[in-house]
């Protein structure tokens, strides 16, 4: 059985090779020639393949200078302004991708969350194109591919759970469309009503608030499990919500959202009522009192 598996998470822009098999008296193993664990020499094949691709390839200046003890096990790379980070363990090795061109934590694009979804496009095609070169190197040494495929649409990604959770029947991604689940429902009634108490069915248009905007938004519903709901926004985008957040909008429900709120400072808003309630008297003196001429 092939102990090497490996998978590319493009979301968090990482590679992980997860490997459980000893050498045996791995005890007595200490160098490099004759590595402690198998996955050893397969990191270092990878990064030289990596500086045959152009990355720039050393130790991590921040272990190296902080925890000297740790330097052997972890590196750094760059290539052009497309980062990495490199750290092999017991269990495997991981080689995390980043940027510092847009990046929100202080301490630099390594720490953020989202690091594909934070990328320029032309590095985030640079990210995919030498995530692939290596995923190829990594197959041509015997390892296997366990990465979740990347969907494009968002009817994809929705059959994708269908076919992952033990919730639903379906069992391979070609054997249905989400077209086809039309006019189901839950079957369990106290999970399929919405916030007007009627019942949810698949393929329905429901409308919701977005709870971080408050602004109202509506998608096509399939069911998830238990009470959620998945929302297909539009081509690519989705969401998953709760079947008492769902409603059918009324005309109250749009009026509430052409309202317009006056976002000027309240200090400006006091001032401009008092100038209005002004005199013309006092108004001439403020404009005087400004340096602003008057002509008759």
Request: hydrophobic fraction near 30%; charged fraction near 30%.
């Amino acid at each position: 059985m092939n102990k090497h598996t490996f998978s590319i998470h493009q979301r968090q822009t990482s590679l992980r090779l997860d490997n459980n098999e000893k050498l045996k008296n791995d005890h007595l193993i200490r160098n490099f020639r004759n590595p402690k664990y198998r996955h050893y020499p397969i990191l270092h094949r990878v990064l030289n393949f990596m500086q045959t691709r152009g990355f720039e390839v050393g130790r991590d200046p921040h272990i190296q200078k902080r925890f000297k003890c740790l330097n052997k096990d972890h590196w750094y790379g760059r290539k052009g302004e497309l980062e990495f980070k490199a750290e092999r363990y017991p269990a495997g090795f991981r080689i995390e991708f980043f940027q510092n061109v847009v990046f929100e934590n202080p301490n630099g694009g390594y720490y953020d969350f989202d690091k594909y979804a934070k990328m320029p496009y032309l590095m985030k095609l640079l990210f995919i194109n030498e995530s692939s070169h290596i995923k190829t190197f990594l197959e041509s040494l015997g390892c296997m591919d366990v990465s979740t495929p990347q969907y494009k649409t968002a009817k994809e990604k929705i059959k994708s759970y269908y076919v992952k959770s033990w919730h639903h029947p379906q069992n391979s991604m070609g054997e249905f469309e989400l077209e086809d689940l039309h006019g189901q429902t839950s079957d369990q009634t106290y999970n399929n009503t919405d916030n007007d108490g009627k019942t949810i069915y698949n393929g329905q248009i429901k409308y919701f608030r977005d709870t971080s905007t408050g602004r109202l938004a509506r998608g096509t519903v399939y069911h998830n499990i238990n009470s959620m709901w998945w929302l297909v926004l539009n081509k690519t985008e989705y969401t998953n919500v709760a079947s008492f957040q769902l409603f059918d909008p009324t005309e109250a429900n749009f009026n509430m959202r052409r309202l317009k709120r006056d976002k000027k400072p309240k200090e400006f808003l006091q001032k401009q009522e008092k100038m209005q309630q002004a005199s013309t008297k006092e108004l001439v003196n403020e404009l005087k009192r400004r340096g602003t001429k008057l002509t008759a």
